[in-house]
């Protein structure tokens, strides 16, 4: 069974950092894609950033490029997202998520496997 396990989510002021962590395990990742989308409040859900098998190529939404990073552990069964100058736009229940094939997308539906969610609170 596949279960993925975010950890690392909670209350920052504006301008600080999180990173959230993703573990994941009843299979063996290092051949797929992985990805962070987030839900905020009354919003749909987003996405956020993906990352290749490899580990080589990465994606963004705009509203994130160039405060988030998104990685991969070397064992390619975790995946990790740093998060610097937070903003109070950025509050939101984070979710790892997982295609069922290799492919990066940035369509939620185009993922099989998704996390519990971990809280992230900016304030002002």
């Known amino acids: 069974q596949v279960q993925l396990v975010e950890s690392g989510g909670g209350l920052v002021q504006a301008g600080g950092s999180l990173r959230l962590s993703c573990a994941a395990s009843g299979r063996t990742f290092s051949g797929y894609a992985m990805g962070w989308f987030r839900q905020a409040p009354g919003k749909e859900r987003e996405f956020v950033a993906a990352i290749s098998w490899s580990g080589g190529s990465t994606y963004y939404a705009d509203s994130v490029k160039g405060r988030f990073t998104i990685s991969r552990g070397n064992a390619k069964n975790a995946v990790y997202l740093q998060m610097n100058s937070l903003k109070p736009e950025d509050t939101a229940v984070y979710y790892c998520?997982?295609?069922?094939?290799?492919?990066?997308?940035?369509?939620?539906?185009?993922?099989?496997?998704w996390g519990q969610g971990t809280q992230v609170t900016v304030s002002s």
């Open positions: 998520a997982a295609p069922e094939g290799v492919v990066v997308s940035t369509y939620s539906y185009e993922y099989a496997y």
